[in-house]
Nanobody, 123 residues
Framework: QLELVESGGGLVQPGGSLRISCAASGLTLAYYTIGWFRQAPGKEVEGVSCISVTDTYYADSVKGRFTISRDNAKNTVYLQMNNLKPEDTAEYSC??????????????????WGQGTQVTVSS
């Protein structure tokens, strides 16, 4: 059974860091493009960061603060989030689509989705 499971969310103060994880079962993430998307209450889904085999993408709002990475041995993709801001508060979900050349962070392209993990940035 194919499944993506996010973990690592939580409450953090502004300026703090979190690393969230997306662990897969039933598919080998090395052969997929993986995206991290977020949705805050009352806002549209935003493609935060995506990683293909050879490419990465970051939204302007997170460039220089977030880093996406893969650990193929663990079949897991990570999103390291530094210097977090209150506006980063959202539910973060990972998604997968069979490998693409470019790391396109467009929600409609992705076939498989996790349940999400909440990230709250507040003092």
């Amino acid at each position: 059974q194919l499944e993506l499971v996010e973990s690592g969310g939580g409450l953090v103060q502004p300026g703090g860091s979190l690393r969230i994880s997306c662990a897969a079962s039933g598919l080998t993430l090395a052969y997929y493009t993986i995206g991290w998307f977020r949705q805050a209450p009352g806002k549209e889904v935003e493609g935060v960061s995506c990683i293909s085999v050879t490419d990465t993408y970051y939204a302007d709002s997170v460039k220089g603060r977030f880093t996406i990475s893969r650990d193929n041995a663990k079949n897991t993709v990570y999103l390291q989030m530094n210097n977090l801001k209150p506006e980063d508060t959202a539910e973060y979900s990972c998604a997968a689509v069979h490998a693409t050349a470019q790391a396109m962070c467009v929600q409609i392209l992705y076939d498989y989705w996790g349940q999400g993990t909440q990230v709250t940035v507040s003092s």
